[in-house]
């Protein structure tokens, strides 16, 4: 029987006196851990550490992420989440729950989740918002390394997302491949050949009036538009990890006011 990791990382944070926002609670357990800068602004930021050194089969992680009444709270990760090759027919499992209570701001930002041949992953994230609560998130998915020459040929990928503002459903989005992942991603409706890609979602009362400036820093693989007056939505597509990097760097800059995570800077 082969050793499978296992991480619970539950993280709550609650508006102080003034404009400070302060760590409620926090569970740290298994491979997971969280590391907090120390604070700009007032505002918490927390960094998820994998341990284990990446996700394959078998492996389950977990992650709660609360954010109280008027508390400010932006997460990252330490560096790209790899997802290796699995040994058998089991998936690794990643399930991530985010919520933002009234007039509360969360920005879930994990850096570049990369797959490697073979690879089996079932991702989830559900993210429940106050109906004034500021969200904006980033999913970046690199196929392959594609410095070192590495193919997808085979593997699976079962990823969805779940937004609710107020209780009432705003955005819902999945991503389910398998098999031969190049050849999928080659298609022309599906990827037209990139081996990146990322989806941007911004709930904001300022959604609409951040979509032309958004928009002037596309380029033509990507697109923006507004699933309703407070939501918008960018999906971009690149060759490789880099060029994915670069344009939704300048992206995450515009809509947090530049006050993307240090780690994407490093």
């Known amino acids: 029987m082969l050793q499978r990791a296992r991480g619970v990382l539950n993280i709550s944070a609650q508006r102080a006196s003034g404009d400070i926002t302060r760590l409620k609670n926090l569970r740290q357990q298994g491979s997971y851990r969280a590391i907090f800068p120390r604070p700009i602004g007032g505002n918490i930021e927390a960094v998820i550490v994998n ?4 996700v394959t089969g078998g492996d389950q ?7 109280h009444e008027a508390a400010h709270v932006s997460v990252t990760t330490q560096a790209a989440e790899r997802i290796y090759g699995a040994t058998g027919a089991a998936a690794g499992l990643m399930q991530t729950t985010l919520r933002a209570d009234e007039n509360a701001q969360l920005y879930w930002l994990p850096q570049e989740t ?3 041949d073979g690879s089996r992953l079932q991702r989830r994230l559900d993210v429940d918002l106050h109906a004034s609560a500021k969200f904006l998130m980033v999913e970046p998915l690199i196929f392959g390394r594609a410095a070192s020459g590495e193919t997808l040929r085979s593997g699976e990928l079962d990823d969805r997302v779940s937004i609710t503002s107020g ?3 705003i955005y819902l989005d999945r991503i ?6 190049a050849r999928h991603l080659e298609r022309p409706a599906v990827a037209n050949a990139a081996n990146a890609v990322a989806s941007i979602v911004l709930v904001d009362p300022a959604s609409k009036s951040l979509l032309g400036p958004v928009r002037a820093l596309l380029p033509p693989s990507a697109g923006a538009s507004l699933l ?3 939501v918008l939505v960018v999906r971009v597509l690149a060759s490789d990890s880099y060029a ?5 760097f300048s992206i995450l800059d515009l809509l947090t006011d530049n006050a993307v995570p240090k780690n994407w800077k490093l």
């Open 228 to 230: 309703a007056e407070t």
């Open 244 to 248: 994915l990097r670069t344009t939704i």
């Open 51 to 54: 341990t284990a050194g990446g």
């Open 114 to 116: 990369i797959l490697f």
């Open 167 to 169: 209780g009432r459903p």
């Open 61 to 67: 992680f977990s992650a709660t992420i609360v954010a």
């Open 176 to 181: 389910r491949l398998d098999g031969d992942i």
